[in-house]
């Protein structure tokens, strides 16, 4: 079992940039696909991006394309998602999660994480 820890989190306005920092620990973050995905009060837990376990895959939501960078260091357990050009909307709760498995259609959907941090909020604002 891995347990994750975000955190970079926090309030910025609105065009700024924040890095999340995603902490693994139990495990080698390297065995896991990761993710980060995001909920807004009173909406459904939304993808944002994904990375396979070697890093040589990558996946975005199209509106986060070109404004987020997910990378991961294996040597530190860490997955990090560089936010640039925040806007208002992207104001949530972001989490991190692994997936023990890997599948190119399904790193979209929460449902097949197996793992999941405590979240850090975001607040962009205007």
């Known amino acids: 079992q891995v347990q994750l820890v975000e955190s970079g989190g926090g309030l910025v306005q609105a065009g700024g940039s924040l890095r999340l920092s995603c902490v693994g620990s139990?495990?080698?973050?390297?065995?896991?696909?990761m993710g980060w995905f995001r909920q807004a009060p009173g909406l459904e837990r939304e993808f944002v991006a994904a990375?396979?376990?070697?890093?040589?895959?990558?996946y975005y939501v199209d509106s986060m394309k070109g404004r987020f960078t997910i990378s991961r260091d294996n040597a530190k357990n860490t997955v990090y998602l560089q936010m640039n050009s925040l806007k208002p909307e992207d104001t949530a709760v972001y989490y991190c999660?692994?997936?023990?498995?890997?599948?190119?259609?399904?790193?979209?959907?929460?449902?097949?994480?197996?793992?999941w941090g405590q979240g850090t909020q975001v607040t962009v604002s205007s």
């Open positions: 999660a692994a997936d023990k498995g890997y599948s190119s259609s399904s790193v979209y959907a929460s449902s097949k994480y197996d793992y």
């Open positions: 139990g495990r080698t973050l390297s065995t896991y696909t």
């Open positions: 990375i396979s376990r070697s890093g040589n895959n990558i």
